[in-house]
């Protein structure tokens, strides 16, 4: 599978990092949203994930000699030379610039009609995805691959009756796409076996800020591995401040400290966004049935209320 050109349609999150993902990979991309305003804002997020980077990237060595210095060892300036030359940026302000030229924003499909590869990530709303699927399935040259970033969605629903049904796909990353690695991968009933097997070569060849992408084939069911068991837990921690159990704050801590997560599951709500949480739980409830991913009625009121984490600046904790 080449991809000399991909497309990113919605530039929020999600899309604004894939895009970054793909181009820091040496892919030319478009990144379309429904107006000039939300290209703008995904591409000032694009440009803001590279210059953490090379920020990172130029700041390497000067902190590492500071840590050293720190455990009270003076280096000497040919051992600081050697740290500067070990630890000498490979992501220079110039290779930044050439990866956030790489990303051209766009509000028309018209932009797609060359396009290799294309990430859809819309909002968490089976009609919404549709609508976009539909108007990009005439303008994609036919050999396109079509894939979702849906957290929960059917890839068989969605792709239905598609000229490119059988090019379609879930590629889903995991928040934020330039540090985490994985992806994963699903067809639907109709997908064509290459498809898969090619985009999964595809994003083996590629890596992010950190790590080479871990892409790992799944079976097309509802939230795939990672949010089947995740969004319940987060789900969980709800009900059980909800009964008091424990405020917020000490049930973050307390999984963190006694459970060796990174970030405890209020926080990670709130970094993935409340809508999607609730999204997702949702979907993962209608889809199965089952009663035990019934969303808790505090998380569903804080979206009523728009309070979706992080990106509105309240959550469960208040970000402003
Ligand atoms: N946020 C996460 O942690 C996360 C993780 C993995 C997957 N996802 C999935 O990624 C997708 C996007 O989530 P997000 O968090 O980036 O959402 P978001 O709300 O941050 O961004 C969605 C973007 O899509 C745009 N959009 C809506 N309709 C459009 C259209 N017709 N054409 C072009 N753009 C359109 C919106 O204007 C918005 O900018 C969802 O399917 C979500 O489930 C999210």
């Not at 490979?90 to 610039?97: F, M, P």
């Not at 424990?246 to 963190?256: E, F, P, V």
């Not at 990670?268 to 997702?280: C, H, N, P, Q, T």
């Amino acid at each position: 599978m080449r991809v000399e050109k991909a497309g990113v349609v919605g530039a929020g999150t999600m899309g604004a990092a894939i895009a970054e993902v793909l181009a820091f990979n040496g892919i030319p991309v478009v990144l379309k949203d429904v107006d000039p305003a939300l290209v703008d804002r995904g591409l000032a997020r694009v440009r803001a994930y590279v210059d953490e980077l090379v920020a990172f990237h130029a700041e390497r060595a000067d902190k590492e000699i500071a840590r050293i210095a720190e455990l009270g060892v003076a280096l000497t300036d040919a051992q600081q030379e050697a740290v500067r030359s070990r630890l000498r940026p490979k992501v220079t302000r110039a290779r930044g610039d050439e990866v956030i030229a790489r990303v051209r924003g766009s509000t028309s499909y018209d932009d797609f009609r060359d396009v290799d590869l294309v990430v859809e990530a819309v909002f968490e709303d089976a009609g919404v995805k549709r609508t976009v699927l539909e108007a990009l399935d005439p303008v994609l040259p036919e050999h396109a691959v079509l894939g979702t970033n849906t957290s929960s969605l059917s890839v068989s629903r969605l792709a239905r009756g598609l000229a490119h049904g059988p090019a379609t796909l879930a590629v889903h990353f995991f928040n934020p796409p330039t540090t985490l690695p994985l992806v994963e991968v699903a067809g639907g009933v109709d997908t064509r076996e290459d498809v898969v097997t090619e985009t999964i070569g595809l994003l083996e060849g590629m890596r992010n800020h950190r790590y080479p992408l871990v892409p790992i084939r799944v079976k097309e069911s509802p939230a795939f591995v990672v949010n089947r068991i995740l969004i319940p837990v987060l789900n969980e921690a709800c009900f059980v401040r909800d009964e008091g159990l424990a405020s917020a704050r000490d049930i973050d801590l307390a999984l963190r400290s006694g459970a060796g997560m990174p970030m405890g599951p209020f926080e990670l709500g709130d970094m993935i966004g409340l809508d999607v949480v609730l999204e997702v739980a949702e979907t993962l409830q209608r889809e199965t049935g089952d009663p035990k991913f019934r969303p808790a009625v505090s998380l569903r009121r804080l979206v009523d209320a728009g309070h979706l984490g992080r990106k509105t600046g309240r959550g469960f904790y208040d970000y402003s």
